[in-house]
């Protein structure tokens, strides 16, 4: 093995030139730990979803008043084949709904920037729909019978709560 002399002599050469340079050490500040951590969950949580409270916040913005008014985002969960987007519905509702999937996931992954590839329906019961009472007017004879039936009675405050009563019962303002 021979020894190399031109070797030996640049490395003694590098040696000196770093013994009499000195190097000014530049300071960075250090980054905030959530550019760090959302650097790291960016990917996961781009295939996790968009989060149920993001949607249900921006959901008439994304699908529209009219489907907003009888559906409602549940939650995102993943599968093997991608994302599923769960949302609730009146049963009747659900042919509309399937009809306007593939219309209802192209907004949510526009609007979110996620990947759902599914959509499934959990079905409700429909809303209880409140009956309309309309209330027929007293006659002018029921009226001067109400008069004259509480006339006899002196005061004031249940001469006033029976004419109440007896008006909700006379017009039909009665729960059936």
Known sequence: MSID??????ERAAEE???TAHAVPVYRPAKPMGFALQKALRPILKDAGPAP???????????GLRLAAITEPVRVSRTKGGSVLHLRAPSAAAPIIQHSK????ERV????????TSL???????????????????TPEQRAALVRELAPVKDKDVRMALSGLAEAVLTGLRKR
Request: aromatic share 4%; proline share 8%; charged share 25%.
């Open 5 to 10: 002399w031109d070797e030996l002599e640049r």
């Open 109 to 116: 992954n526009i609007a979110s920037g996620s990947k759902i």
């Open 17 to 19: 030139r770093l013994a």
């Open 102 to 105: 593939e219309h209802i996931l």
């Open 53 to 63: 409270e993001t949607l249900k916040s921006r959901w008439p913005e994304i699908v």
């Open 120 to 138: 499934k329906i959990i079905q409700t019961a429909p809303p209880k729909q409140l009956s309309l009472v309309i209330a027929r007017p007293l």
